[in-house]
């Protein structure tokens, strides 16, 4: 069997790395002496994938909002029974998820991994779809998407993104809406499988004590399904300007809530995608971290509590940073971080500061590959973002001051928006 090994020698890791003859890549990462094995199957398809050009015909087409996470829930159902049913049986705690640029499906186990691995991989290749079930889960989907609409810490976000963005489909809800996902139908469903539950849309990535002739060869047996060539996804242009300063809403909270975000509007791939990524989590922790000067200022005030956070969403289809959390009056806190960003672009970060933060979270990363989750998720979202694992580590290694503060400026500059959520 031929398979490819790329180590880090400072890491002490090594990933086995396997093409299979479908086009469907394979990695595998051997954590000796480890209990737990993980292994995820996954899509490079996401609630933002709804418009696009079928492989080997040129036609474009459109798909109701949602369908991405209606396949992911539909897929679990199969002839013969439920899929959680099945994994519980044997010991392992199974689940998937649905973003706005990937669906995975994956489980974690201590025995009986080759069972497992086996049962993953048959039924994400399998879908089970009638007019009856499909119309069964519209049902059990709008349930989830009323939830949503009562979810405050939800709404907040997603009000975000939608002062953020003007045409990106990043700001649609990724269960769709009650009226989009009424539209869905089985031939729809199998249209958007076929398409993009293909091999060389696909990736195994795989976490535990075990041997790679293993988990290569359980590949090789259970990988039945032909590609069907590249989806070619479109997307609108996205303007550099915000949709909308503010958005309000009123739901069941005893504080305000709000998110305050920017847009970013340089979108790159590969390693400079996850070097920008490394440098702008670095900034957010520098400017509102619980060490912070910003921090520290807005808690004395009392205008934030221990629910404040912040993140650096980087993707090669969009990018924003958030901050949020429940305040007594958001639209004063939100000045004052402002107030922080614009003089952070003008002052800059500071050599030790960076030099601290720049460790803290390398080494947060490296106590990350203690995981076995965190180790394969971390490889499938690296190789659909067309990089590899170990540029995370090289972007600590190589990222310097000067790089960041002019990333800094490049995006803390930008127009801000703010959603809140008011008590009813």
Not at 177 to 202: A, D, Q, V, W
Not at 380 to 397: G, K, P, T
Not at 407 to 415: A, L
Request: glycine residues 6%; contains cysteine.
């Amino acid at each position: 069997m031929n398979y490819n090994t790329i180590s880090n020698a400072k890491l002490g890791e090594t990933i086995y790395e396997y093409n299979h003859k479908s086009g469907l890549k394979v990695f595998f990462v051997r954590k000796a002496g480890y209990n737990k094995k993980t292994a995820m199957f996954g899509t490079n398809y996401g609630s933002m994938d709804n418009v696009f050009k079928v492989p080997g015909s040129g036609e474009e087409i459109r798909v109701p909002d949602g369908i991405a996470h209606f396949l992911e829930h539909k897929l679990f159902e199969q002839k013969d029974g439920n899929m959680l049913e099945k994994f519980s049986k044997l010991g392992s705690s199974p689940n998937a998820y649905t973003s706005f640029n990937q669906t995975v499906y994956y489980f974690s186990c201590t025995d009986l991994f080759e069972e497992n691995f086996r049962m993953l991989l048959d039924y994400v290749q399998n879908p089970w779809l009638t007019d009856e079930n499909v119309e069964k889960e519209k049902g059990i989907i709008s349930q989830e998407i009323r939830m949503y609409q009562d979810n405050a810490g939800w709404c907040v976000f997603f009000n975000l993104l939608d002062c953020l963005y003007i045409n990106s489909p990043v700001k649609l809800e990724i269960a769709g809406t009650i009226e989009s996902i009424s539209k869905i139908n089985k031939e729809l469903l199998y249209h958007c499988y076929n398409t993009f539950y293909t091999p060389s849309n696909m990736v195994v990535t795989v976490a535990g004590d075990c041997e790679p002739e293993t988990v290569f060869s359980i590949v090789d047996e259970m990988i039945k399904f032909k590609d069907n060539g590249m989806v070619e996804k479109k997307y609108p242009d996205e303007p550099k300007e915000i949709n909308k300063e503010y958005m309000e809403q009123m739901l069941a909270v005893s504080m305000p809530l709000f998110n305050m975000g920017i847009k970013d509007n340089v979108l790159v791939t590969g390693y400079d995608l996850i070097k920008r990524r490394t440098a702008l989590n670095i900034a957010v922790q520098f400017v509102s971290g619980r060490s912070s000067q910003l921090f520290n200022d807005l808690y004395s005030q009392g205008l934030i509590n221990e629910s404040f956070n912040s993140e650096a969403s980087v993707n090669a289809n969009y990018s924003y940073l958030a901050w949020g959390g429940q305040s007594v009056d958001p639209k004063k806190t939100c000045g004052i971080i402002s107030k922080y960003l614009k003089n952070m672009t003008q002052e800059g970060m500071q050599k030790d500061a960076f030099e601290r933060i720049r460790k803290s979270q390398k080494g947060s990363f490296i106590r990350s590959l203690n995981s076995m989750d965190s180790i394969a998720r971390l490889i499938m979202d690296s190789y659909f973002n067309n990089a590899s694992f170990f540029d995370i580590a090289r972007a600590y290694e190589e990222l310097d001051l000067d790089y960041t503060n002019q990333v800094v400026k490049e995006v803390f500059n930008n127009p801000w928006a703010l959603s809140v959520i008011n008590p009813q």
